[in-house]
């Protein structure tokens, strides 16, 4: 059990009426600070309105204090982000969706500096898919940000299902190659995929849950950009998982996702080796 050093929280990033939620974490590999994001809406619109982050020292102490990041507040609702740090520029990517209206949703991402937590620059990441959200990010500590997430495929008024879409970015944010489709299975919803990179070998991993005729997480391996080989999806765990995660080690992936098991709801894993074997393992 780990012992609880410092309760830090994010609600006085901002005055005013506002919910925190959707947190994510990074680690700063110079300072060895965290940086935590969050989405906020505002009670009295009901409405998201921005994105913030706030530096946490690796102790648990918050002596810094928390800012927007970022700035369509008056024209969008930014949500659900996620964010990764790259050592070579000393900076954290932080990615979400962009809510438009309707079902008009982009992936959009700011570059934030690694000393003091300041906006470099806000970019949309792509915006050619219908209702994107929930991005994943990773980064390989050097040159390369993985990011995922869902859309629709179809049309609004025609919609077909969710699939799980990606792009590589370089480590100032320029997109390297083209979108490409992980999971695009006709009649069944892929969404909220999680990433990862192991920072050795630069193997890139992705899951997402899978909801078709029977619901399972699924796992997915893509190799060094130089080689571009990869496998097909593959199933990682059986049954309902509503939400997943993924670490890389120094050579296995854990993946861990909440699953229903006589009618409770407990946190599983696998433990995934590429190529080698699966090591199925109750977390709680």
Not at 37 to 63: E, L, Q, S, W, Y
Not at 99 to 105: L, Y
């Amino acid at each position: 059990m780990g012992r609880l050093l410092e309760r830090s929280g994010i609600p006085d990033i901002l005055l005013g009426n506002r919910e925190f939620g959707h947190p994510r974490v990074a680690l700063n590999g110079s300072s060895y600070e965290y940086f935590v994001v969050a989405h906020a809406r505002d009670t009295t619109t009901d409405k998201f309105n921005d994105v913030a982050g706030r530096r946490v020292t690796i102790d648990g102490t918050t002596p810094y204090s928390g800012h927007n990041i970022s700035t369509q507040d008056q024209v969008a609702q930014p949500q659900n982000p996620d964010v990764a740090y790259i050592y070579t520029n000393n900076e954290f990517l932080v990615v979400w969706a962009q809510h438009w209206s309707g079902p008009d949703k982009d992936i959009f991402a700011a570059r934030v500096r690694g000393d003091n937590d300041q906006v470099i620059t806000e970019f949309c990441l792509d915006s050619a898919g219908i209702e994107q959200d929930y991005p994943a990010v990773a980064s390989d500590d050097v040159d390369r940000y993985l990011v995922a997430w869902n859309q629709i495929y179809g049309t609004w008024l025609y919609s077909l299902d969710y699939d799980v879409y990606a792009a590589e970015f370089n480590r100032f944010g320029s997109r390297q190659g083209d979108v490409f489709g992980l999971s695009t299975y006709y009649g069944a919803d892929e969404i909220f995929p999680a990433v990862a990179i192991n920072q050795t070998t630069k193997q890139r991993f992705v899951t997402w849950g899978y909801y078709g005729n029977n619901s399972s997480i699924m796992g997915f391996s893509w190799y060094l950009p130089s080689n571009l080989s990869w496998i097909l999806p593959f199933p990682i765990a059986q049954g309902l998982g509503n939400s997943q995660a993924v670490a890389a080690g120094m050579a296995n992936y854990l993946v861990v996702y909440d699953k229903y098991l006589m009618s409770d709801e407990h946190i599983y894993g696998t433990l995934y080796t590429p190529f080698v074997i699966f090591i199925p393992l109750v977390v709680r």
